[in-house]
């Protein structure tokens, strides 16, 4: 059994920060991609950033410059700094991460998702 349990969702004004947090538990042999991925009301899921075991990150071009996708050392936590908030940045924020269990190989697990509301 594995969980992704994310944090830091909440209001903030346009221009302001939030870092979410997501961290996984569970029965884990590896992790590998671990990421952020958003979906606005009446609009698909979109990818924000993933980040390999190695560190490579790939940012979508709507966040670069603003968002940072980081892993912990323990290497299974992921956090998301945002800064310069957008108001079409209101979304909620779901934390993806590709897992090795004792019985699976390579499967992508969600968390339930934390909603950031950004006011204009």
């Known amino acids: 059994q594995v969980q992704l349990a994310e944090s830091g969702g909440g209001l903030v004004q346009a221009g302001g920060s939030l870092r979410l947090s997501c961290a996984a538990g569970g029965s884990i042999v590896s992790i590998n991609v671990m990421g952020w991925y958003r979906q606005a009301p009446g609009k698909q899921r979109e990818l924000v950033a993933t980040i390999t075991s190695g560190g490579m990150t790939n940012h979508a071009d709507s966040v670069k410059g603003r968002f940072t996708i980081s892993r912990g050392n323990a290497k299974n936590t992921v956090s998301l700094q945002m800064n310069s908030l957008k108001p079409e940045a209101t979304a909620i924020y779901y934390c993806?991460?590709?897992?090795?269990?004792?019985?699976?190989?390579?499967?992508?697990?969600w968390g339930k998702g934390t909603l950031v509301t950004v006011s204009s």
């Open positions: 993806n991460a590709n897992i090795w269990t004792p019985t699976s190989f390579g499967v992508d697990y």
